[in-house]
């Protein structure tokens, strides 16, 4: 009973990681771009049951459109990272959860892009939901938006929990209306992920790990999150409970640019 529960369960999540990474998303990019080290790997190739949404390559993410160098919703990381990660998710569905992954590597052109549309500071349209108490003209200042990011080395990720079998996951689609990201679970975004206590990505200091306004059940889960991924040799960045990066990263001083692409893979 409990093996056919098991094979059941993760057919369930393998469909579930299928129907995100199957919405086309059309993103412009140059030809020509280098291709990964023999290091990276697709993470569904090394641990299929975790749950890939990944919000640059659509719409629903703080600049409001698809982001460049994300060609197909894929999560690419290191190898030694997925492995961890598969130890993560070998953990916790016993318990009865998933990881679900909302971004992996970053190309540094889309952190170049990250730089432009923070100085473009007319383009607000997603301030009601990602950041409605922070002034766009203060994003460098208070460390939300930077010229390099840790995820363009390969062994950051963000991420969350999601119960299994998932809950339905709301569909965004461009124009619909903005919710903050703090307000409480019913009332934002209904992302299939269990309570944080904010949305991800959500330029507010709510969304720091520990802060302390985060109580109950959203504290609790945090914890479970942080304490999973750190017997696993992850660390938490404090300032955002869904960024978590490889203790002993194989690239500490390496920032690459190739697209997140199928086709970027050479290992």
Known sequence: MRFTFRR??????????VLFASTPVAVAEPPGRPTAPPEFVALRDVAPTIIEEIRYHGSHNFVGRPVPGYREPLCI???????ALREAQRQLLPLGYSLKVYDCY????AVDSFVRWAQRLNDDRMKE????????SSLFEDGYIAEQSGHSRGSTVDLTLVRVPPRPQEHYRPGDPLRPCFAPVGERFGDNSIDMGTGFDCFDTLAHTDDPRITGEAKRNRALLKET???VGMENYPNEWWHYTLRD???????FDFPVARGSLTG
Do not use: G, M, W
């Open 249 to 255: 990263e194989p690239f500490p001083d390496t920032y």
């Open 129 to 136: 939901e990602f950041y409605p108490r922070v002034e766009k």
């Open 8 to 17: 059941t369960l993760l057919a369930t999540l393998a469909a579930v990681t």
């Open 229 to 231: 991924l750190a017997a």
């Open 77 to 83: 990381v290191t190898r030694p990272t997925a492995l």
């Open 106 to 109: 970053r190309p540094q052109q």
